[in-house]
């Protein structure tokens, strides 16, 4: 009997610590968005992952920096609207608003809480997904164990007048010529893709030392986003949204010109709430998740077993 009992328990653990992987198509905002999800065990917490852009679905290359993460959360991708996979299943009948996007996650967030039997996730936002992570702090604190925004928008519009002021100095120091003629036609916030181009263009060459994107890419993606993009950069968190309810983790890229890591920091400073931290990524621009992955999942972890530990 006590052999039997043993057997059955060893079983019933075997089956409730079974990996956790799935894809479907779920209804958020009035439309089919698609998620991704994997774990090891389904009594880890879940981990979130709010992918940037707007519209740059992360999906096809989250295994670069998950590897670790999956044996403490179950790690959730979703494709927002008019992103990825979401936008193959069905176009948004809705404008792209700031406040749709805030809801649709809202609304994902409350799915996977029932899905999974959670109390709240961990929410990690980037760039633009970062920005949504923090407004979703503000209106939706208490699903929130902790947000985490890495190369997060914390005012936009002035992060590109900053960095923009950075490339005129540095092309008069290079006499870059070409550089200078094309800067003068920037203005902020961006009337049209060329202009969102240039600047992204000089910024990679003359301040990140990263690839530039392509002139065709940039105004492709303009089409649908540079409305929603503008619309965005003008929140300023760092005046007007600084007290938020839930612990709240800044991962930034000491040398991030895109969502200026000056600004980043101003926020950490101004910024009240239970818990707070910046953890800076010294060897990284704007994607700290994918030139300092190894820092980037043990934080992560770090975090979740700090969070663990207070709560008993």
Known sequence: MIRTGVLCLLVSLQVWADPIVGKEAISIGGIKQWISYQGQDSRNPVLLFLHGGPGNSAMSYADRFTGELIKHFTVVFWDQRESGKTATLNPSPKPLTVSRFVQDAIEVIDYLCNR???????????????????????????????CITMSPMIHQEESERISLNELFKKAEEQKNEECLRELKTVQIPFANAGQLYIHRKWLNKLLMNNPSPSETRVRSWSVTWLSLFNEASKTDFVT????LNCPVYLFIGSRDHQTHFSLAESYYQKLNCPEKKLYWFTQSAHNPHLTETDKFQKTLIEIRNQIQKTEL
């Open 240 to 243: 007007q949204h600084a007290q």
């Open 116 to 146: 999974f039997a959670k109390k709240g996730v961990y929410l990690v936002g980037h760039s633009w997904g970062g920005y949504l992570a923090l407004r979703i702090a503000e209106e939706k604190p208490d699903r929130l164990l902790a």
